[in-house]
């Protein structure tokens, strides 16, 4: 059994197709054919159910199992060559993040500066995804390390916190929070969690919404005047305090979290850990 067709069947079940599976290992679609083919005889039963091919590849139980153990292979092998280079004082390899929206647009950049400069042998791959899927990223191994806003029940994940924060109510100096547009981001969001249990702690029923996805553009449109928002404290210095004014202060304090395995994370998620503690003073 070869590392290169095992690699080749955990490629082919994530990305449900031949040629895509061909594209992301730079193999020709033959040779993925060929790999698949060559594992199915060493195993002696069939990975895939051929009849379903029309609409993507359909993995057997058999298949399933073959996927599980060659997922862990394939890492206990990249975890293995990690401790290989760190013995050698290098760090090697691609590093995994999943990050929620809050921490995508506020935090990431400074990091990723700070720790690509300090380590310019590691890639990084950063993908931005709400809660749920950051934890069932973690729980498949689809990343190495989760940053999420506020806190995740999941078992067997460990969760440190690397900073804080506060919103507050935040709109031009005239407008009135009984009459003024609310800028508000999506549902599901934690910010938006906490803006509306303050809303309605507060009396207040917005006369008017705007539902946004991204933070920027919340301080976007506060900024040119279009309604009133509730803006990390990390923004809310960036307002000029002559025709800006903070409606209510401290409206919900929060946390950002590293989410990492309890058991087996990779070395390279428990260094930017550890690399970042030690240099980053977001």
């Known amino acids: 059994m070869k590392l290169t067709e095992l690699r080749t069947f955990v490629t082919l079940v994530e990305t449900r197709h031949f040629t895509k599976t061909a594209e992301q290992l730079f193999l020709s679609q033959?040779?993925?054919s060929v790999h698949v083919k060559r594992l199915e005889e060493e195993i002696g039963h069939s990975l895939l159910i051929r009849d379903s091919f029309t609409i993507g590849v359909e993995v057997s139980e058999m298949g399933w199992i073959v996927y599980r153990h060659a997922k862990e292979i394939l890492f206990q092998l990249e975890?293995?060559?990690?401790?290989?280079?760190?013995?050698?004082?290098?760090?090697?390899?691609?590093?995994?993040?999943?990050?929620?929206?809050?921490?995508?647009?506020?935090?990431?950049?400074d990091m990723i500066h700070l720790f690509s400069?300090?380590?310019?042998?590691?890639?990084?791959?950063?993908q931005l995804m709400n809660h749920d899927q950051v934890a069932a990223?973690?729980?498949?191994?689809?990343?190495?390390?989760?940053?999420?806003e506020g806190e995740l029940t999941l078992d067997g994940v460990k969760q440190i916190v690397f900073a804080k924060d506060q919103l507050h109510i935040m709109g031009a100096s005239h407008l009135s929070l009984n009459d003024a547009t609310w800028i508000v981001r999506e549902e599901?969001?934690?910010?938006?969690?906490?803006?509306?249990?303050?809303?309605d702690a507060s009396s207040i029923v917005p006369a008017?919404?705007?539902?946004?996805?991204?933070?920027y553009l919340v301080r976007q449109l506060v900024f040119n005047g279009s309604g009133?928002?509730?803006?990390?404290?990390?923004?809310?210095?960036?307002?000029?305090?002559?025709?800006?004014?903070?409606?209510?202060?401290?409206?919900s304090k929060r946390t950002f979290r590293y989410l990492l395995p309890e058991k087996m994370p990779t070395r390279l998620a428990e260094h930017w850990i550890t690399f970042l503690q030690a240099n980053w003073k977001g």
Do not use: C
Request: proline share 3%; charged share 20%.
């Open 30 to 32: 033959p040779t993925v």
């Open 79 to 109: 975890q293995m060559q990690s401790q290989l280079d760190e013995s050698e004082g290098v760090f090697r390899g691609t590093l995994r993040i999943g990050a929620t929206h809050t921490i995508h647009e506020m935090l990431l950049d």
């Open 188 to 199: 599901g969001s934690a910010s938006r969690y906490a803006l509306d249990r303050w809303l």
């Open 228 to 251: 009133i928002a509730a803006l990390s404290e990390r923004l809310v210095t960036s307002f000029p305090s002559e025709s800006f004014t903070l409606h209510a202060k401290g409206i």
């Open 117 to 126: 400069s300090a380590h310019p042998e590691v890639s990084l791959d950063i």
């Open 137 to 148: 990223a973690l729980r498949h191994r689809d990343i190495d390390l989760g940053m999420i």
């Open 208 to 215: 008017r919404t705007i539902t946004v996805d991204a933070n």
